[in-house]
């Protein structure tokens, strides 16, 4: 499968934006979705994910209640609505796919096969 992640941008603290990843060549119902960012200088970290059919989703304990992440099958697109955005939000986000994730691992980016080239989000104070 191949991803096409976009939506990032500059942005003011506070504000709003909307991360999409397109995937191709591949079933995208079959797959867990996981949204993960990388800052510079640090570690890439889990952001969310959400199961194959959007019934099941988790996040990282800093996006709760400002970031939700969702998915339309038939679009073969899985979307990350980042609100309140804070400057600790700057990263690079990337979408990444698992065919072989249990939920209970879905924080863990090495059950992820397939990762998307990344887009970046910069949040300014």
């Known amino acids: 499968v191949q991803l096409q992640a976009s939506g990032g941008g500059m942005v003011q603290a506070g504000g709003s934006l909307r991360l999409s990843c397109v995937a191709s060549?591949?079933?995208?119902?079959?797959?867990?979705m996981g949204w993960f960012r990388q800052a510079p200088g640090k570690e890439r970290e889990f952001v969310a994910g959400?199961?194959?059919?959007?019934?099941?989703?988790y996040r990282e304990d800093s996006v709760k209640g400002r970031f939700t992440i969702s998915r339309v099958n038939a679009k073969n697109t899985v979307y990350l609505q980042m609100n309140s955005l804070k400057p600790d939000d700057t990263a690079v986000y990337y979408c990444?796919?698992?065919?072989?994730?249990?939920?209970?691992?879905?924080?863990?980016?090495?059950?992820?096969?397939?990762w998307g080239q990344g887009t970046l989000v910069t949040v300014s104070s």
């Open positions: 990444a796919t698992s065919s072989t994730v249990i939920f209970s691992e879905i924080s863990n980016p090495r059950f992820y096969q397939s």
């Open positions: 060549r591949g079933t995208f119902s079959r797959y867990t």
């Open positions: 959400i199961s194959r059919s959007g019934d099941s989703i």
